[in-house]
């Protein structure tokens, strides 16, 4: 089975991050099984969901890990012009959901898997299938957990997702937060008797707003971004239950995404100490105020240096001598940062296309990416 028939098949899995994947990792652990690659499943919690680790090849050293996730963005609300479960190619171009992002460069990856088992592997050849990455890179870090304990690591990773094949060597990290806004409700027509809690977020905001100001002003810069320094945004706000009544209770969702240069916990203490003088100047007697800032989730960055072993050997696979770094986040920042592994992020098409209706990648772009697989498996044999 080639890198398009396998992606026709990996398409047909509705993989959202809400929904199970283990219809895909079934199949996925049936195909390489025909083919003799060991593999092992590391479930979620709940049992629904799973990620899984293959390996070709001799498991006594380092190796290459390729690295992709499973699970795809809603089509929910989205104006498709054709099933986004059903391949389909017009005019060069491949269309369904996770095409680009990112189950191309997983067909990839399988294709050339079924493919090193028939050869005499030097080094080997590992492949790690992930859950929940759309929703905060959750599901690798089980696995990742698991690996932490190995005596013998991947030498090197390449994350697939849609660079054009590029070799990415950086993004930014990622900080969300959830902000509660405690107030004190009272009848609209009287409203010096409560406290206002959405003004309490409208000044958190506010907050916000001048840290970012800050940053872009005097900031660390980072010129290989498109968005150069480190942002602060806040993304959802929920408050209040009637127009007449004075609200006690306001939400906010934020996040930082951060240069390396930029502690995020730094910006998380600033933005605390913000939100308690805020509430201590909304406090009177008889009136209680309180903000609660949590973070509810984060993954770090990825910084490799341009010199790394894994930088060349991306360069070289894919005959594109130049790196980047991109604005979306990804899984590398998780194996470079907790395991140590020197990693980039490679993949077929362009993340222009992911999380919109009518996604593709290019036919062009699968055949580049089976290309560069071809040039991997040449070097694990050597």
């Given at each position: ?5 396998l992606l026709?098949r ?12 283990l219809?895909l990792?079934g199949?996925v ?7 003799g690659?060991?593999s092992?499943?590391?479930a ?5 969901k799973?990620?899984l680790?293959a ?13 992709g996730?499973?699970?795809v963005v809603?089509?929910d609300?989205?104006?498709w ?10 005019d060069?171009r491949?269309?369904?959901?996770g095409a ?6 997983l067909?990839c990856?399988?294709a ?6 028939r050869?005499?592997?030097?080094m080997?050849l ?5 859950y929940?990455e759309?929703?905060?890179c ?17 030498r ?6 849609p ?6 060597v950086g ?11 405690c107030?004190?409700?009272?009848h609209?027509?009287?409203?010096a008797?409560?406290?206002n809690?959405?003004h309490?977020?409208?000044e958190l ?15 660390v810069r980072?010129p ?5 320094y ?9 408050g ?16 930082i995404r951060n240069?390396?240069?930029?502690d ?11 939100a308690?003088a805020?509430?201590?100047g909304?406090r ?8 609660g ?5 984060a993954y ?7 010199g790394?072993?894994v ?13 980047i ?12 940062g ?9 993949g ?8 919109k209706?009518?996604?593709f990648?290019?036919?062009d772009?699968l055949?580049r ?13 050597r």
């Open positions: 089975m080639n890198s398009l028939a026709e990996l398409v047909g899995f509705p993989t959202v991050s809400r929904d199970s994947n219809d990792i199949f652990q049936e195909f390489l099984d025909g083919h690659v060991r092992q499943r590391y979620s919690a709940d049992g629904r799973a990620n680790y390996t070709v090849g001799p498991d006594d050293r380092g190796g290459v890990l390729l690295s996730h499973t699970d809603p089509v609300g989205q104006a012009a054709s099933d986004p479960f059903a391949l389909v190619e017009r060069g491949l269309y369904g959901r680009a992002d990112m189950k191309g460069f067909a990856a399988l050339l898997a079924a493919q090193a088992a050869r005499p592997l030097r080997p590992h492949l790690a299938l992930s929940d759309e929703v905060g959750l599901g690798v870090r089980s696995l990742i957990e698991a690996m932490g304990d190995w005596p013998v690591k991947p090197c990773c390449i994350v697939g997702e660079t054009l094949l590029r070799t990415a993004h930014k990290g990622k900080t969300t937060l959830r902000a509660v806004c107030g004190q409700s009272a609209s027509a009287f409203p008797q409560g406290l809690a959405i309490l977020a409208a905001i506010a907050s916000v707003r001048r840290r970012q100001a800050d940053i872009e002003a005097g900031g980072d290989a971004y498109a968005v150069p480190t942002t602060l945004h806040v993304g959802t706000i929920h209040g239950i009637a127009v007449n009544i004075v609200p006690d209770r306001c939400e906010l969702e934020l996040e240069l390396a240069a930029d995020p916990q730094v910006l998380v203490a600033a933005l605390r100490a913000d308690g805020i509430a201590q909304a009177r007697p008889g009136v209680a105020a309180d903000i800032l949590d973070v509810t989730n770090p960055g990825l910084d490799t240096p341009t790394a072993e930088v060349a050997l991306a360069q070289e696979l894919t005959g594109v001598h130049e790196w770094k991109v604005a979306f986040g990804s899984e590398g920042g998780l194996f470079s907790r395991l140590g592994i020197p990693t980039v992020v490679c077929p098409g362009s993340i222009d296309q992911a999380h209706p009518d996604e990648i290019a036919v772009q055949a990416c089976d290309a560069m697989l071809a040039a991997l498996l040449a070097r694990l044999e």
